[in-house]
């Protein structure tokens, strides 16, 4: 089935989180108590609540969106060509940005999503922060009701596992053991929230984040056997 999709009906997607606040003690009282109590079993007794605040980013209800990348395939005749783009800015801003792609581009019963940890990381960490900013969920993150079927949704970590529901494969490793070119990275993604609050260096971020779609669009390709991109397919729009 994978080799019947249409490449130009799928949107990859990549995020970038940070802390909602740069420090463990920019936090209200309820919020602190509310992050000890929620990241008690991660934590144990090798960290306080403030020294593993610097992961509040993994979680939709203490973290944000600091940049959604999107990409895209455009197929014409023998010439083939994978669009980038970025959302940055507030997060109101870069949810409503995205949601209208969707709507207005991407919201065919014949259109997919595909990220890499999608399932259990980008999708519902955007349907989440969108409920939080008070945004209607679109019908590509609305899954109330539907069916395994019906959710369109790619994710080419799942794609790799085959069944194997414990395994685990980072981008990185995915990429190396499949042969494609490692993108030329200055930074990976434990450094976004410094890079944001402290270098506030947001241009380094979308760069990081929009490599990471073109990775996850090469890995995909991997995957179906077909040609990897090269660098003069891959458009920054």
Request: glycine fraction near 6%.
């Amino acid at each position: 089935m994978l080799y019947k999709l249409n490449l130009e009906h799928i949107l990859f997607l990549d995020i970038e989180t940070v802390p909602q606040q740069q420090h463990f003690t920019d936090l209200d009282e309820t919020a602190q108590l509310l992050w000890e109590q929620k990241t008690q079993y991660q934590r144990k007794e090798e960290f306080t609540p403030e020294e593993f605040y610097d992961r509040a980013g993994i979680w939709a209800e203490f973290g944000k969106i600091v940049c959604i990348s999107v990409g895209y395939f455009k197929i014409q005749g023998d010439l083939r060509t994978f669009r980038t783009t970025s959302f940055y800015g507030d997060e109101t801003k870069i949810l409503k940005e995205f949601k209208q792609l969707l709507t207005g581009y991407f919201s065919g019963v014949k259109h997919l999503l595909c990220a890499h940890n999608g399932k259990d990381f980008d999708f519902p960490y955007i349907a989440r922060r969108m409920i939080i900013n008070g945004i209607n969920l679109p019908y590509k993150l609305d899954l109330f009701g539907k069916k395994p079927w019906e959710i369109p949704h790619l994710d080419t970590m799942e794609l790799w596992k085959f069944g194997d529901y414990k395994h685990y494969t980072s981008l990185k490793l995915l990429a190396h053991i499949l042969g494609i070119p490692s993108p030329k990275e200055d930074m990976d993604g434990g450094m976004v929230k410094d890079v944001f609050y402290k270098e506030k260096d947001i241009d380094r971020i979308i760069n990081y984040c929009e490599l990471d779609v073109v990775t996850t669009a090469q890995v995909f390709l991997r995957l179906r056997n077909e040609e990897l991109l090269s660098d003069d397919e891959i458009k920054k729009v």
